[in-house]
């Protein structure tokens, strides 16, 4: 079993930066994909950014060019750097996990973070 928690979301201005991190506790070796998914007022949850079983990091075109994720450890598995953030970034951010097919496609996902972005 593998749980998460994240962390670091707030209150910024448009323009601003902000870092999310994301705790893990349990087994780390079952994981082969983790990211960020968020879920803006009213819409569903979409991806953000993923690394998936070894590989290079993808990113949803809304972000590119402004959000990094990058590969952590057991105290921050997948750390997200968001820059230029704008207020359409608004929305709660869920750190995700997943066990892939041979792991029999389990998911993980933490409890979420709200990230605001206004003026």
């Known amino acids: 079993q593998v749980q998460l928690v994240e962390s670091g979301g707030g209150l910024v201005q448009p323009g601003e930066s902000l870092r999310l991190s994301c705790a893990v506790s349990?087994?780390?070796?079952?994981?082969?994909?983790f990211g960020w998914y968020r879920q803006p007022p009213g819409k569903e949850r979409e991806l953000v950014a993923i690394i998936r079983n070894g590989g290079g990091p993808s990113y949803a075109d809304s972000v590119k060019g402004r959000f990094t994720i990058s590969r952590g450890d057991a105290s921050d598995l997948v750390p997200l750097e968001m820059n230029s953030l704008k207020p359409e970034d608004t929305a709660v951010y869920y750190c995700y996990a997943g066990t892939g097919a041979l792991g029999g496609n389990v998911e993980f996902w933490g409890q979420g973070t709200l990230v605001t972005v206004s003026s």
């Open positions: 349990g087994s780390m070796l079952i994981i082969h994909d």
